[in-house]
C-alpha cells in the first residue's frame, strides 16, 4: 500500500521558486518512475514532468522546459519539483503519482495510466 504526500506548496511571486516534494511510503521507491501532475478546477489534469527509476531519464512539458528540475533521493524515498522562473500560469495543484511498471512511458503524461496518487499540494503564484 503506497502512502504519497506531497508538500511544498504554497504563495510565490512571479519570477519566484519553489520546491515539491514527494515522499512516498509502504514500498521501497527505487523500482519506480514518477511524475508530477497538475490541475486548476475546471480544467484537465495535465503531466508536469517524469523521472525514472534512477533519475537517468526527465521529461517535461514544454511550458516548463528550463524552469522546472525533476530529480529524485531513493534513499529518502523522495521525488523533487525545483520550480523557478515561476509564472501565473502555474498556479494550480500540484500532485505526484507513482507510475506502474507498465507504464508506457512515451505517454507519461496520461494521468489515466497512473494509479497511485498523492492528494496534490497548492502552488498560487501571484503578486
Known amino acids: 500500500q503506497w502512502r504519497i504526500v506531497e508538500s511544498g506548496g504554497g504563495l510565490a511571486q512571479p519570477g519566484g521558486s519553489l520546491r515539491l516534494s514527494c515522499a512516498v511510503s509502504g514500498r521501497p521507491l527505487d523500482r519506480f518512475a514518477v511524475a508530477w501532475f497538475r490541475q486548476v478546477p475546471g480544467k484537465q489534469r495535465e503531466g508536469v514532468s517524469y523521472i525514472n527509476k534512477d533519475g537517468s531519464d526527465t521529461r517535461y512539458r514544454d511550458a516548463v522546459k528550463g524552469r522546472f528540475t525533476i530529480s529524485r533521493d531513493n534513499e529518502k524515498n523522495t521525488v523533487y519539483l525545483q520550480m523557478d522562473s515561476l509564472m501565473t500560469l502555474d498556479t494550480a495543484t500540484y500532485f505526484c503519482?507513482?507510475?506502474?511498471?507498465?507504464?508506457?512511458?512515451?505517454?507519461?503524461?496520461?494521468?489515466?495510466?497512473?494509479?497511485?496518487w498523492g492528494r496534490g499540494t497548492q502552488v498560487t503564484v501571484s503578486s
Open positions: 503519482a507513482v507510475a506502474p511498471l507498465s507504464l508506457y512511458v512515451r505517454t507519461w503524461f496520461d494521468g489515466n495510466q497512473y494509479d497511485n
